[in-house]
């Protein structure tokens, strides 16, 4: 047996041991609970009795466990439910019912929802954050809140935060929960579309009355006639429609053609370039987080020079995504003004260009930078990174056109080093799609990962090759880092590594999904057990189709992490 196997069994071990006494406590009982639920004769579980205090973090391991492939059960699922039901009480504040939801079946989810919701307003009272989240976000909404679940929402008088978007919800249904819950503030919600006529069969002062109280108010769709009222008539709103730092949302909404009712709060903005009007971002003193969509067509990228002016007058900025950004010197422009400040960066151009840039002009500008994605259509030069001292989380898309294969794979070897990237020392999550493998870069870096000298912070590491290999060397060498990373990475608990490759070499890289098999089953057995909305996987494409398709711009960590910086 390969000894780094046993090393990740190890190293896993270390991880999900308790530090304290306390935390041994409530790891026995969340082991006694999951045996409960596999346990079939009754004499045999356990009753434990615990003190209020130990509730909640015994609640939030419970509720951080997530059903694998095949374990959704509704006999299992009622013994979890039992144990919640004594779980919460009023000293529960904040319930994520997103994991927890994943063991009820598909088909009874629905109905058990709204089951869960009245026990939530019956036993936790104090409830101030609830949130039900979809276990895969590229999926839509498979069923929409009844009505019995609505009364249980309302029913929760003290909730301040309420998060749904495993299902969805009509507005005039939003509109009385809003009306329902006095001290409701952040709203986020997959609003159904019924035409955007339904949203304006209620006055202005109707409209005021049922939403004034929000400062936060997203529901991913783009409502253009919507928006553009809440802003207007919700100055309060510092979020609305979608985060500024969303990539799953489209580029910018229209602002509304008469300013706020009064100053708006307003941190993250959403615009187009192309429809912005002369002195409407003046509106908007408190931005801090700003999405900007440049134009797709190469004859009218390049906003006019006013336009260009306003969009840099911003004092706050913190938070900086660029979607289709026309060239260097305008990159240029927005990171002499506001790259001192941000902590996030995102920057995207268009499939029908390509924006050269650099790591070290990007560090340069941008000392404090905690994140940083770069996406479709920029191609980057090389840069060592072990002086960018705060930099967290990375997430490059290298390979300007996705669409075309064969293209990608007749670009020139990037000047970018791999190793160098990874040399970062805070460096806590990593992901890459790559089109223009380096199998001696790829080595390296193994080799650096065994010895102990790069990523030992790092937590996720999602590593995808979409350029041909007509060779088992490379099949070889992401096999050997796959196992390294498993073994001597000490704070590891996500990895992927993906080989997309059409059908003449499928049998190497079954043979890879084989090889590194017993790796990944034991990352996703800990997986399973830590708090986390990563799936763990050996990704391995079959057919030229497949291949085709473009890779996600972002993935559920990164999204996690964009939240948590609003």
């Given at each position: 047996m390969d000894q780094r196997l046993q090393l990740t069994k190890i190293r896993l071990q270390n991880l999900r041991r308790p530090q304290t006494l306390f935390e041994t406590a409530v790891e026995v009982f969340v082991r006694i609970v999951e045996s409960a639920v596999h346990e079939e004769d009754e004499a045999k579980k356990e009753t434990v009795y615990l003190p209020d205090h130990a509730l909640q973090m015994i609640l939030d391991r419970l509720m951080s466990k997530k059903s694998m492939n095949g374990e959704e059960n509704y006999d299992k699922f009622e013994i979890r439910l039992?144990?919640?039901?004594?779980?919460?009480?009023?000293?529960?504040?904040?319930?994520?019912?997103?994991?927890?939801m994943t063991f009820c079946p598909d088909l009874l989810k629905a109905q058990q929802i709204s089951r869960v919701l009245h026990m939530i307003a019956t036993f936790a009272t104090k409830i101030t954050s609830l949130t039900f989240k979809k276990k895969d976000i590229w999926f839509p909404s498979s069923f929409f809140l009844s009505q019995n679940a609505i009364e249980g929402i309302c029913r929760m008088t003290t909730l301040q935060k309420l998060e749904i978007n495993e299902c969805s919800i009509q507005f005039s249904t939003l509109k009385h929960v809003c009306?329902?819950?006095?001290?409701?503030?952040?709203?986020?919600?997959?609003?159904?579309?019924?035409?955007?006529?339904?949203?304006?069969?209620?006055?202005?002062?109707?409209?005021?009355?049922?939403?004034?109280?929000?400062?936060?108010?997203?529901f991913r769709k783009n409502y253009c006639r919507f928006t553009q009222r809440c802003i207007r008539l919700l100055p309060s709103l510092e979020i609305v429609s979608n985060s500024a730092n969303d990539l799953l949302s489209l580029g910018g909404?229209?602002?509304?053609?008469?300013?706020?009712?009064?100053?708006?709060?307003?941190?993250?903005?959403?615009?187009?370039?192309?429809?912005?009007?002369p002195g409407q971002l003046t509106w908007f003193p408190n931005v801090t987080h700003l999405k900007i969509q440049f134009e797709e067509n190469q004859s009218r990228s390049t906003p006019s020079h006013a336009t260009l002016e306003d969009l840099l007058r911003f004092k706050k900025i913190k938070s900086l995504f660029l979607l289709?950004?026309?060239?260097?010197?305008?990159?240029?422009?927005?990171?002499?003004?506001?790259?001192?400040?941000?902590?996030?960066?995102?920057?995207?151009?268009?499939?029908?260009?390509c924006l050269n840039y650099s790591f070290r002009n990007i560090f340069k500008a941008c000392p404090n930078l905690e994140t940083l994605?770069?996406?479709?259509g920029v191609q980057m030069a090389d840069a060592k990174l072990d002086f960018f001292a705060k930099l967290k989380h990375l997430q490059w898309f290298d390979g300007y056109d996705y669409y075309e294969t064969r293209q990608a794979a007749q670009m020139q070897p990037r000047s970018v080093r791999l190793s160098?990237?990874?040399?970062?020392?805070?460096?806590?999550?990593?992901?890459?799609?790559?089109?223009?493998?380096?199998?001696?870069e790829l080595k390296l870096v193994s080799s650096l990962i065994a010895e102990k000298k790069i990523l030992n912070n790092l937590s996720t590491f999602r590593y995808i090759s979409r350029r041909d290999s007509s060779h088992d060397a490379f099949s070889v060498a992401l096999s050997e880092l796959t196992k390294n990373a498993s073994a001597f990475l000490p704070k590891l608990i996500r990895l992927e590594t993906s080989l997309n490759a059409p059908g003449p070499f499928l049998s190497q890289h079954h043979a890879l999904a084989h090889n590194i098999g017993p790796f990944v089953t034991l990352l996703k057995i800990h997986e399973s057990q830590v708090t986390t909305p990563w799936i763990v996987d050996c990704n391995i494409e079959e057919g030229a189709t497949r291949i085709q398709s473009p890779p996600r711009l972002t993935s559920p960590i990164f999204s996690s992490i964009l939240r948590e910086k609003m």
């Open positions: 039992s144990y919640f039901i004594n779980l919460i009480n009023p000293f529960t504040r904040e319930i994520d019912l997103s994991n927890f009306e329902s819950l006095p001290n409701l503030n952040h709203v986020d919600v997959n609003m159904a579309n019924n035409g955007e006529e339904e949203y304006y069969s209620f006055s202005d002062a109707d409209f005021q009355r049922s939403f004034s109280r929000l400062k936060v108010f997203i909404y229209l602002l509304p053609p008469e300013p706020p009712l009064a100053p708006s709060a307003l941190r993250h903005l959403c615009v187009d370039v192309a429809k912005i009007q289709s950004c026309p060239a260097a010197d305008i990159l240029d422009r927005f990171l002499k003004q506001y790259g001192g400040h941000l902590h996030s960066l995102c920057v995207h151009s268009s499939v029908r260009r994605m770069v996406l479709l160098n990237i990874l040399s970062a020392p805070l460096l806590q999550n990593f992901e890459m799609v790559d089109f223009r493998n380096n199998l001696e």
